[in-house]
T-cell receptor, first 114, second 114 residues
Framework: KAGVTQTPRYLIKTRGQQVTLSCSPI?????VSWYQQTPGQGLQFLFE???????NKGNFPGRFSGRQFSNSRSEMNVSTLELGDSALYLC?????????????FGPGTRLTVL | GQQLNQSPQSMFIQEGEDVSMNCTSS?????WLWYKQDPGEGPVLLIA?????ELTSNGRLTAQFGITRKDSFLNISASIPSDVGIYFC??????????????FGQGTTLQVKP
């Protein structure tokens, strides 16, 4: 079974621009979570989608948004980029049940904001 | 926000030695996961734990879900050079407000000397 895929793998943007990152989950997984990883803050939860609905959101400004499509693929968007948004953005898919949530991560998108 | 205390922060060991790392929290978790991350890649799931007291092995790796549900440990036996990397614990709190959200420890950087 193919793993989680993320595109693009690397991205360079300038301050004020916006960016869209894409994530394709493992086949059959309906839950997709997004995380930001930085050296200073570690791995921080952004949001989670299940069946095209955002079920949970982390403590990030409204510039960070996402969506999920009917095939479970997900995108996240960051508008008005700031230098501090430079990070590795990871998505994780899960077969999620009411009692277990085992998340499998993609390789990440390395975003650099200049 | 909620954090997991992971220790040690780093380890430098000789090939063949056993390794132990742990995570603790003041909150009760209903899932504990252990991941390994190589530079520039996403975290790879090593072991998943779902029940208090559960002891699970994956090759040379063994992890346990603490009885109090507030801690977990990971042991690596007979370390080899390819064990080098950053190991993360992650947990999920119960409740709908925590759906799809993993909380991560700060990571343990493991270096193995041949």
């Amino acid at each position: 079974k193919a793993g989680v895929t993320q595109t693009p793998r690397y991205l360079i943007k300038t301050r004020g621009q916006q960016v869209t990152l894409s994530c394709s989950p493992i086949s059959g997984h309906r839950s997709v979570s997004w995380y930001q990883q930085t050296p200073g803050q570690g791995l921080q939860f952004l949001f989670e989608y299940f069946s095209e609905t955002q079920r949970n959101k982390g403590n990030f400004p409204g510039r960070f948004s996402g969506r999920q499509f009917s095939n479970s693929r997900s995108e996240m968007n960051v508008s008005t980029l700031e230098l501090g948004d430079s990070a590795l953005y990871l998505c994780a898919s899960s077969p999620w049940t009411a009692t277990t949530d085992t998340q499998y991560f993609g390789p990440g998108t390395r975003l650099t904001v200049l | 926000g909620q954090q997991l205390n992971q220790s040690p922060q780093s380890m430098f060991i000789q090939e063949g030695e056993d390794v132990s790392m742990n995570c603790t929290s003041s909150s009760i978790f209903n899932t504990w996961l252990w991941y390994k991350q190589d530079p520039g890649e996403g975290p790879v799931l090593l072991i998943a734990l779902y029940k208090a007291g559960e002891l699970t092995s994956n090759g040379r790796l063994t992890a346990q879900f603490g009885i109090t549900r507030k801690d977990s440990f990971l042991n690596i036996s007979a370390s080899i050079p390819s064990d080098v990397g950053i190991y993360f614990c992650a947990g999920q709190l119960s409740g709908s407000s925590n759906t799809g959200k993993l909380i991560f420890g700060q990571g343990t950087t493991l270096q193995v000397k041949p």
